[in-house]
């Protein structure tokens, strides 16, 4: 199935996902692509705030994909995938990229690019769609973490990059949809971060210690503790140690 992308381009904007969702209730079809210039209220994940300065990618992308509930976590791999291939086609040669989990872009360690994955139930049946909201640091950035610009050392227009990103959303959909989650789950833990190493997975009242050894058929990361038991976790946040 192949999707047909239709871009709508804003200037300053509370959220391109509420934009999508507002264009979702006057009857949106899948490959809607909301665009903006700025955001004033732009959403991260866990409630955090996106800064959102002129100069980056902020886009919410309409998909409506059949999928089961519990795969719902294959789609932020595969956007994460995408993002990863735009941003090597973008930035060539650059130092060190990897995708660290569960959907983040680092760039020489630090973030670059982050997504946001909402879904609303479409009538019945497995039918669902999902918002995928992408913010991608080009120009600026917060303190701590990086803009392709810093490192591609030339100047990346943010609608060049979206185009770039939009056909890797595509080819890895084909993939997904011939080869299932296998493919995906390949491709990416041969870019992750931390892979092998020892993390801590840090979650709202507790923190767990271990070696990333793995991701499981939906996504969660495989945490192998001191003692040898292994903990697959789907939520939370990791950090080298
Ligand atoms: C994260 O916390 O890593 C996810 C960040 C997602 C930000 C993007 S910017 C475009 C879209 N609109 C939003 O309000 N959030 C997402």
């Excluded at 735009?86 to 020489?108: C, F, H, R, Y």
């Excluded at 995928?132 to 600026?140: A, L, M, Y």
């Excluded at 041969?190 to 499981?216: C, M, N, P, V, W």
Aim: hydrophobic share 40%.
């Amino acid at each position: 199935m192949s999707i047909f992308w239709n871009i709508k381009k804003h200037g300053i904007v509370t959220s391109t996902q509420d934009i999508l969702k507002e264009e979702v209730q006057n009857g949106a079809k899948e490959g809607l692509v909301i665009v903006a210039e700025s955001q004033t209220k732009g959403r991260g994940r866990h409630g955090n705030q996106w800064i959102s300065e002129e100069g980056n990618l902020y886009t919410s992308i309409l998909l409506c994909p059949d999928f089961a509930p519990r795969d719902i976590s294959h789609y932020s791999f595969i956007i994460g995938l995408s993002l990863f291939k735009a941003i090597e086609k973008t930035v060539p040669k650059t130092g060190q990229m990897s995708l660290k989990w569960p959907n983040d872009v680092l760039l020489e360690g630090k973030k670059c690019a982050g997504i946001l994955l909402e879904s609303d139930s479409f009538g019945t049946g497995d039918k669902r769609i999902l918002f995928v909201g992408v913010g991608v640091n080009i120009k600026s950035f917060p303190t701590g973490k990086i803009g392709l610009e810093a490192i591609a050392r030339k100047d990346i227009d943010p609608m060049f990059f979206l185009e770039l990103f939009l056909n890797e959303i595509k080819k890895y959909m084909e993939l997904y949809d011939i080869e299932g989650f296998s493919a995906i789950r390949e491709q990416w833990l041969s870019h992750a971060a931390y892979i092998g190493k020892t993390i801590q997975a840090r979650f709202a009242k507790t923190t767990l210690e271990g070696r990333f050894i793995d991701i499981d058929a939906q996504g969660a990361l495989i945490l192998e503790q001191a003692d040898k038991k292994r903990i697959a976790i789907t939520a939370g946040e990791i950090f080298n140690i």
